[in-house]
């Protein structure tokens, strides 16, 4: 299996580009299906989710707005518990059917956050759309509404995922080494 090396990590190959490719198309096919008369707007949340994002959304059939906010939790491999907010939403969500676009959900701290804060502004809907779920980490009781693929509880990276920062922009996602 192929083998990297990013900072003082070790990362061997786990889930290629091909079967991302398949669990995205999936997803998009549903969101098609369910949402395509509910006028959404997506919303993407940088930094990690901005190649799932562009990937998912170029699968959408429908007229739909797209947006960014950018929060951070994650030093090293460790979530550290606060999630803080370094870009807002800025659009008016009352009565909006708004959907979550996250590369991961692992502890769960992060969009369990953003929902949560979402809520407040009286949207109509909350949809959370993730391309990777870690069932034996996640310490939060949250709704997902569209789950790309479920992982064990490793540390991974590519394809938007970062270690420190890098590997975000490799297409396949690999495995740290242990
Ligand atoms: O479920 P959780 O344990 O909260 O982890 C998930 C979050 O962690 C990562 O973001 P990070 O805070 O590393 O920022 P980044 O997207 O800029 O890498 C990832 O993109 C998710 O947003
Ligand atoms: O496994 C992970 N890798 C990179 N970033 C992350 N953010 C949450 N979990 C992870």
Redesign the pocket.
Same mark, same amino acid.
């Not at 490793?154 to 990276?157: G, M, R, S």
């Given at each position: 299996m192929k083998r990297i090396q990013l900072l003082d990590k070790e990362f061997v190959l786990s889930i290629p580009a091909s079967d991302i490719k398949r669990a995205i198309w999936d997803m998009a096919m549903k969101i098609n299906r369910d949402l395509h008369d509910k006028n959404p707007l997506m919303v993407c949340i940088l930094n990690?989710s901005f190649m799932f994002s562009a990937d998912l959304m170029k699968l959408i059939e429908f007229p739909c707005e797209i947006s960014f906010v950018k929060l951070s939790s994650?030093h090293g491999?460790e979530?550290t518990g606060e999630v803080k907010q370094l870009i807002g939403l800025n659009e008016n969500v009352e009565g909006r059917t708004v959907v979550l676009l996250e590369d991961?959900v /692992?502890t769960g701290v992060t969009i369990d956050n953003l929902v949560r804060q979402l809520k407040t502004q009286n949207p109509a809907d909350v949809k959370v759309a993730t391309l990777l779920f870690?069932p034996e980490a996640c310490t939060r009781d949250i709704k997902l509404d569209y789950v790309g693929l479920e992982i064990p509880n490793?540390?991974?990276?590519g394809y938007g995922? /970062?270690?420190d920062g890098y590997g975000r922009n490799l297409p396949d996602i690999y495995t740290v080494v242990k």
């Open positions: 990690g994650y491999m979530s991961i /692992d870690k490793d540390f991974i990276v995922l /970062d270690y």
